[in-house]
């Protein structure tokens, strides 16, 4: 697959460049670590609360945990922002890679599942527990995998491009 010239012309603006060559402490290495932090505050609370429903942690109360969803938000937000960054720096190797769209319908349905976790297990006050585990169970499950997808499909995207750069092969 031939990468678009586009790719090319966002690859020499001046970010692009700055963001893949700079020896910055605030360059690619930065953003791709506060992209990691991010993803451990969206992930990480989401196992908990995924394990929980499965019925590890049975101690914990359920209602407890919906401020965490806060902190997944957060997570999310950081991950959006640096992934856009981490996309500026090398165009060509995401746009041409079929692992790069895998991921972004991943976390869609990631997104939507937690979503759901929240509206049909935490928002209703008056499901008991067994009620708000019986809800949440399937939902449990999916987030797990899908989250685990997301982790996996990020993490092949080093290694399964086709261009690193415009013209210039991985």
Not at 49 to 77: C, E, K, Q, Y
Not at 79 to 93: C, E
Request: proline share 4%; net charge positive; glycine share 6%.
């Amino acid at each position: 697959m031939a990468a678009p010239l586009f790719l090319n012309t966002l690859e020499q603006s001046s970010l692009s460049r700055w963001l893949r060559e700079s020896e910055s402490v605030f360059g690619f290495y930065f953003i791709l670590a506060f992209h990691t932090i991010g993803l451990a505050l969206a992930v990480g609370p989401n196992a908990a609360i995924d394990l929980r429903l499965l019925g590890v942690a049975h101690d914990i109360p359920l209602p407890s945990l919906r401020t965490w969803f806060n902190v997944m938000w957060l997570g999310l937000a950081i991950n959006v922002t640096s992934g856009i960054f981490l996309v500026l720096a090398y165009p060509s190797k995401a746009f041409t890679n079929p692992d790069f769209y895998i991921k972004l319908t991943l976390i869609a349905f990631a997104v939507w599942t937690l979503q759901r976790i929240k509206s049909q297990v935490f928002d209703d006050s008056r499901l008991s527990e067994a009620a708000r585990l019986a809800r949440g169970k399937t939902l449990a499950v999916w987030s797990l995998a899908l989250w685990a997808g997301v982790i996996t499909a990020g993490r092949l995207l080093a290694y399964t491009c086709s261009y690193l750069v415009y013209g210039v092969p991985c």
